[in-house]
């Protein structure tokens, strides 16, 4: 799915795209620097599939490696998540406007449209269907 | 890539690792209910492929498609992307800090410690460099 002519958002995404990858992420965000083996070892997959996942995680500049003797090192690189956060974030309005109808709503039912009631506002139930006048809420 | 066990955030972040799939959303935010010629009809790729691209949106709860004869019409579902927007919100701090530092140096740069100068603070310029006393910024 990920090409040569694919830019360095198609390939964050698709990086992410695959728990493992995004499970080996948050290891190195809870650890600065984790060798392949040690990040391997929580998996129940073989080291060369662990070594393709790298692959594709450092393709995208999403981890850097560096070589000491025979051990291999990796470390996070958060910073071109940042552009995909940005293209997520021009649609943010679409769930926070659902969240701001649902608070509407909400509100709506905790105080609706009664003048004649200004003290209802103490209560957290539709005052109108209460049978017991003379109880009131604690304080 | 995408299999039967993958979850909602592997198929968001699929979807979304497309240009084409990209552009056809940012297409269906800006218009509320396209059909699928109108959507085809910029891209140079056949429509059989941008049926394909539809699939993988629609899979991943992205878009929904909607039949009236032999019309089929797209409408934008936006909330799959916030999952993925607080996925990668947890990894935010990597950039702001960067940012940070950054500010932090250019502070430091444009107010270099030197109690005796407490008037350089209205330059915007490293105020020892200036070879003028005289002049004053605008105000």
Redesign the interface.
């Known amino acids: ?2 090409n040569n002519q694919s ?1 360095p ?3 964050t ?2 990086a ?4 493992t990858r ?1 499970a080996l ?1 948050a290891r190195l ?1 809870a650890e600065e620097a984790v060798t392949v083996s040690e990040l391997a070892r929580p998996f129940p997959v073989s080291l060369p599939a662990i070594m393709k996942h790298l692959d594709v995680l450092s393709d995208a500049g999403l981890i850097v490696r560096s070589k000491s003797g025979r051990t291999v090192t990796c470390q ?4 071109p ?2 552009q ?2 940005n ?6 309005r ?2 926070t406007q ?1 969240l701001d109808r649902l608070a509407a709503f909400l509100e709506e039912e905790k105080w609706p449209a009664d003048p004649a009631s200004p003290s209802s506002a103490t209560s957290t139930r539709r005052p109108r269907k209460s049978t017991k006048p003379g109880r009131s809420p604690k304080k």
Chains 1, 2 share one sequence.
Not at 76 to 79: G, N, S, V
Not at 87 to 92: F, N, R, T, V
Request: glycine share 0%; hydrophobic share 55%.
């Open positions: 799915m990920v830019t958002l198609d390939r995404f698709a992410l795209a695959d728990p995004r992420l965000d996070l690189k958060a910073e998540m940042e995909a956060m293209w997520l974030a021009h649609y943010q679409y769930w659902q």
